[in-house]
Structures are given as C-alpha cells and as structure tokens.
C-alpha cells in the first residue's frame, strides 16, 4: 500500500513539471522568474528570453563630454554609428560660447564660463560634420570638431 501510494506520488509530481513545462512553452516570455528553474532550462523559453533584450541594443545610447574654452573643443574629434542616440554635455571652461552641428539641428545655448548645456540627437546619417561655436569668429579661429557617423 504505501509503495502505490509512493509511485501515484511520483507521478503527480512528474505530471506537474510537465504541466509547468508546457505553460511555460505557451507564455509569451515576460521575463518573470515566477516559474522558477526549471522553465529556463527549456529551450524555446530560454531563447526566446536571450532575443527580447537585443532589440534596443542595435541603437546605442552615446554620451560624451565637450569641454570649450578660447577657442578650441576638447575632444575635437568623435565617432558614433549611425542610429545612435547622442547627447553631448556641453562645459564651457572660459569665454562665452555654444556648441552646434547644423546637419543634426543641435544647438547648445551659449554659456558663460563655467556654465554647461547638452544636446541630444539621433545620428540618423552617415558621414562626417563639423561642430562648431557660433559666436562670433570662433569658428574661423578654429573652434571646431569633428563628428563621424559611421
Ligand atoms: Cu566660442
């Protein structure tokens, strides 16, 4: 009597994990934990799981620091891919000045010494532009830089 009972026992048991397998299967991958182990080890499940993050890593977020001063960026040179999301915090270290990239229609506002600003765009086109400070000559005087979109 008690090894019947013993072996309905195992198969109750094995009938809930495959139960819980197949809900498993079933569900659209929420990446809740709920379910424990055991539906990470099934395959569609843990393939599907890997893939659902990979979509925003296509288009990366980019952020940068530019330091201004008289009359000059630091870095004068960055590089991003194409779809990326860039922002660029703007410090300006002496002088009066902005930051612009025409072909982005992103400005900066012009600060003063020790005052910062940032702009954000999407690096929608390929190629290379020039970021400049619009105050009065400053671009002739070589406050420029370059951004590669690659
Ligand atoms: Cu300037």
């Not at 809930?16 to 055991?38: C, E, N």
């Not at 229609?105 to 010494?113: D, E, F, G, N, V």
């Not at 940032?118 to 000559?137: H, L, N, P, Q, R």
Request: glycine residues 10%; negative net charge; aromatic residues 8%.
């Amino acid at each position: 009597m008690n090894k019947s009972l013993f072996w309905i026992g195992i198969v109750v048991v094995i009938v809930i994990i495959i139960a819980t397998v197949m809900s498993g299967i079933g569900q659209a991958p929420t990446g809740s934990g709920t379910k424990g182990d055991l539906i990470v080890e099934v395959p569609p499940y843990g393939e599907a799981a890997t893939q659902a993050p990979a979509a925003p890593v296509a288009a990366s977020v980019k952020e940068f620091t530019i330091i201004g001063s008289n009359y000059s960026f630091a870095p004068a040179t960055l590089t991003v891919k194409q779809g990326d999301t860039v922002t660029i915090i703007f410090k300006n270290n002496d002088g009066f000045h902005d930051l612009k990239i025409d072909e982005f229609q992103a400005a900066t506002k012009q600060i003063k010494a020790g005052a910062e600003d940032s702009i954000t765009f999407i690096a929608d086109k390929a190629g290379t532009f020039e970021y400049y400070c619009s105050v009065g000559k400053h671009r002739q005087m070589g406050m420029k830089g370059t951004l590669i979109v690659e």
